[in-house]
């Protein structure tokens, strides 16, 4: 009996010896993988917040907004606020709106982080979500002001990492978008270029 007992742990001692180093090789890699595309994701926060604040400020207006635009998913963002009208619109439509929708999402976020410093800006973590997302946690605080949340929602898109939607003190601005914009199509009799001009012109 003991040498049945020394036999079965002396068989658990040598799987723990070979079978962890085999665990640590086949998930390592996927952990650093992970690492490395919450750090990128924090690397694509900054350069869209950098661009915001240069914009905001008067900067020159056309490179700001190219950046801005590359880092979002345009064509996923246009989808879930167009909702239907999505489906009917022209191909030239739903390109006008990706635009349109961009130039408003890099405006608003020039109003709100125009004034964010690295003093008074802080990247409070990372999260990855179930389906795939990364979620980027920030916040910024002004003077006489309570911080502002601002978390990011990022996923992959064309290849790359792109922001999926973004949450100001918890408020969707996709979502925040979309329920405008239903009113506004409403309104316009559902004319794709009508709202186009309106997101143009800072009305949405």
């Not at 068989?11 to 085999?22: E, G, I, Q, S």
């Not at 915001?52 to 950046?67: K, N």
């Not at 502002?148 to 939607?165: A, M, N």
Request: aromatic fraction near 6%; proline fraction near 3%.
């Amino acid at each position: 009996m003991t040498a049945r007992l020394w036999s079965h742990t002396s068989w658990a001692a040598l799987t723990r010896l070979f079978l962890v180093p085999l665990l640590l090789a086949i998930y390592a890699p996927s952990l650093s993988e992970a690492a490395d595309e919450q750090s990128g994701a924090v690397e694509l926060i900054e350069t869209v917040r950098q661009a915001a604040i240069v914009l905001g400020h008067g900067g020159p207006a056309e490179p700001q907004l190219r950046s801005i635009s590359a880092a979002f998913d345009g064509r996923g963002i246009a989808q879930a606020v167009l909702g239907t009208h999505w489906r009917n619109a022209s191909a030239d439509d739903r390109a006008a709106v990706v635009d349109a929708l961009l130039y408003a999402i890099a405006h608003r976020l020039a109003d709100r982080l125009e004034r964010t410093r690295d003093t008074n800006f802080a990247v409070l973590g990372t999260r990855a979500l179930a389906n795939g997302d990364i979620l980027v946690r920030s916040e910024f605080r002004r003077p006489l002001h309570r911080p502002t949340s601002v978390e990011w929602r990022v996923r992959h898109c064309r290849g790359k990492l792109c922001i999926g939607d973004v949450f100001i003190d918890g408020g969707s601005v996709t979502v925040q978008q979309r329920d405008r914009i239903a009113q506004m199509l409403a309104g316009n009799g559902g004319s794709i270029p009508a709202l186009v001009v309106d997101l143009r012109k800072g009305r949405v």
